[in-house]
């Protein structure tokens, strides 16, 4: 139980939170400039606005909450899930602005899954929106893959003690260099330079088909960005369809994939250490579970006689399959295609693929295949257990950069997050029955959201009931933090409300 926190925690979580805002405000800079030179008066006015209102928040947050106190592990879990959510009320401002938007509540939406890379999205026209609208939305499915409390820290954290509760509380555990400060300057560069290389690629590609240079530039920076965060925003309403392009389906392919392994796995590789490829436990278990969601993918498509030559299998199958399991949501068929066409058997095999997710400290969402190897590791020595004589000592170890056994604490963490994602995934679809929708449906959903995937089976839209909104952006909100950092809010909370009726019955 978290004791009644004083004045002054509340202050520096309040101080942390501001910064993070000011770091949106920062954000909403590059959208602002693009509409600009696109001469979209209104839509630079919107930015104007929200980036008046971030930097409002921040100099009041400096002003009155600034105390002389290092951050704590529990402030650094509030700062992380607070500040996504304040992050999202702030990022949603010139969403609702633009009149793209039922409600705030649909911006509020679209914000949190732009946030944490899902992908799902209510925004109404998307065909007619405009540049700066684009800019924005793929921007926040950039950031939001490299984190953003990683943001925070890369630019408004430097020298602060306690840096590393914030980085380790957005879910990203692991240290690529000694300092944490340079450890998000190096994922910024990571990214940057995939960013400049990958959308050079797809440019080529959109200008191989025909599109216009100017525009073909946008489009290939959206799309890098939807495809690396793992997002799957893309500009056009159809997503990938709309380019009817070999190449660029592609090129996305081995830029989601790239962009869904672990950020440590990415620094080693670059500083020369190749072979932690093929060693790493997260690689193998994302190269089993990818084989086996292709078999069973397989065998659905055959029992149904759909999509029975190559071309079409990668296209419509394996490339939505790999989508799924990165949790891109990046799609190449009609929602409604996957209930008319895809059979129950291969529509499961997305919905597990789904739930696993990508790599840990990645961009991706679900389960995390660091947690599927340990799982697998753990099952297979308690079987060596209890094959071998009593006085055995039997132990299991994974390689993740280096060697970790397994010991007790470490495998009833990974469990409980199991059970979390779990839960989640089943409430959502059970909420989604409730109102009316077909359970494959209301789970396929569920789990895209839970996972921060963004493949739709078709219930998720602007008409789609308000408490299923609401809920969704729990799932991807505690999904993409990994629920501890949120348990940890909610318990702050109760903890305060604790403290005022204590107060009330001295009184």
């Not at 924005?136 to 984190?147: D, E, I, K, P, S």
């Not at 065998?299 to 299998?313: A, H, Q, S, V, Y």
């Not at 799982?375 to 071998?388: D, N, Q, T």
């Not at 993409?480 to 001295?506: M, N, Q, T, Y």
Request: glycine share 12%; with cysteine; hydrophobic share 50%.
């Amino acid at each position: 139980m978290i004791l009644r926190p004083a004045r002054e925690d509340v202050k520096l979580i309040g101080w942390g939170i501001g910064r993070v805002i000011l770091g949106v405000g920062l954000i909403m800079t590059v959208p602002l400039v693009v509409a600009l030179l696109s001469t979209e008066w209104d839509t630079a006015l919107d930015f104007l606005i929200g980036i008046l209102a971030c930097v409002a928040f921040w100099l009041f947050m400096e002003i009155t909450c600034h105390v002389k106190k290092d951050l704590t592990w529990l402030h650094g879990l509030i700062v992380a899930s607070g500040g996504w959510l304040a992050a999202m009320i702030f990022g949603a401002i010139p969403h609702i602005l633009s009149g793209h938007f039922k409600s705030f509540l649909d911006a509020c939406f679209d914000l949190m899954s732009g946030y944490t890379t899902t992908g799902l999205f209510l925004l109404q026209d998307l065909d007619h929106a405009s540049h700066g609208l684009n800019m924005w939305r793929h921007l926040l499915t950039y950031a939001g893959g490299q984190g953003i409390i990683v943001i925070a820290l890369t630019f408004l954290f430097a020298g602060t003690a306690g840096a590393f509760k914030i980085y380790a509380s957005e879910g990203k555990e692991e240290k690529l260099l000694p300092n944490v400060i340079n450890t998000a300057r190096a994922i910024w560069m990571i990214s940057l330079t995939y960013l400049v290389v990958g959308s050079l690629f797809i440019w080529l590609a959109l200008l191989k088909e025909g599109m216009p240079v100017a525009r073909g530039g946008l489009h290939s920076v959206w799309l890098f960005m939807g495809a690396w965060s793992t997002g799957g925003f893309a500009p056009q309403s159809l997503n990938l369809l709309y380019y009817h392009s070999f190449w660029v389906q592609i090129l996305t392919l081995v830029i989601f994939v790239i962009g869904s392994f672990n950020f440590v796995l990415h620094y080693e590789v670059w500083t020369g250490n190749r072979r932690e490829i093929y060693r790493n436990v997260e690689t193998r278990s994302f190269t089993t579970t990818m084989l086996l969601g292709t078999v069973m993918l397989s065998l659905g498509f055959g029992k149904i006689g759909l999509f029975t030559n190559f071309g079409e299998f990668f296209s419509k199958g394996l490339y939505n399959l790999a989508s799924a399991h990165t949790t891109t949501g990046n799609g190449t068929v009609f929602s409604i295609s996957f209930v008319n066409e895809f059979g129950l058997i291969a529509m499961w095999a997305l919905i597990l693929v789904m739930a696993i997710g990508a790599s840990a400290a990645s961009t991706g969402g679900g389960f995390k295949g660091l947690r599927m190897g340990i799982v697998f590791k753990y099952i297979r020595g308690e079987i060596r257990r209890l094959a071998s004589p009593e006085s055995a000592v039997v132990a299991e170890k994974v390689h993740h950069v280096h060697d970790v056994w397994l010991d007790d604490a470490l495998v009833k963490g990974v469990l409980f997050v199991l059970v979390c994602y779990v839960v989640i995934y089943a409430l959502g679809g059970v909420i989604g029955i409730m109102y009316g929708y077909d359970p494959s449906v209301a789970i396929f959903d569920s789990v895209s959201a839970g996972s921060n995937t963004g493949l739709s089976a078709g219930l998720t839209g602007p008409l789609m009931p308000a408490l299923m909104k609401v809920y969704y952006i729990f799932m991807m909100w505690a999904g993409r933090l990994e629920f501890i950092s949120v348990i940890a809010l909610f318990s702050f909370g109760g903890a305060i409300l604790r403290g005022r009726g204590a107060r009330r019955k001295k009184r």
